[in-house]
């Protein structure tokens, strides 16, 4: 099976911490995983501004990625919203992104959960992006 995990940012530092933290937790030898970073994205995505910013390229980008690599599935590697819509519309494979997933999850564990961010402007995105989701 191959995976894309795609970092919707330019930040090749970060996309090497995902690739890091994602090959740690795969058991299963016959799983690829691919790593794709958004190389007109804004360097850090942590407010809507940065969102829109980086979307139309990353969105392109990934499309264009997924035609060369024909991958299994799809992981966005970020906690934003980011065009994970238009993607799972545009293709035929599962793409879920980490707030998505971890979201949905933390729904079947309790009534509450908590999104914890460092930044102040990003409270408005993830509020909007939880209302959006769920």
Partial sequence: MKIIV???NS???LTE???KSA???????STELISYTNPKGSKHIDCTFGDYQSVWSFVRGLLDYTE????DAIVLAGFGN???FALKEALDIPVISIAEGSQVIATMLGHKYSILTVFKQNIPYQE????LLL
């Avoid at 909007?128 to 209302?131: M, R, V």
Wanted: overall charge negative; hydrophobic content about 35%.
């Fill in 82 to 84: 980011f065009g994970f």
């Fill in 68 to 71: 060369e690599v024909k991958p």
């Fill in 6 to 8: 795609a970092n919707p």
């Fill in 128 to 131: 909007d992006l939880t209302h």
């Fill in 11 to 13: 930040n090749t530092e």
């Fill in 17 to 19: 911490v995902l690739m």
């Fill in 23 to 29: 090959e740690k937790g795969l058991n299963d030898s």
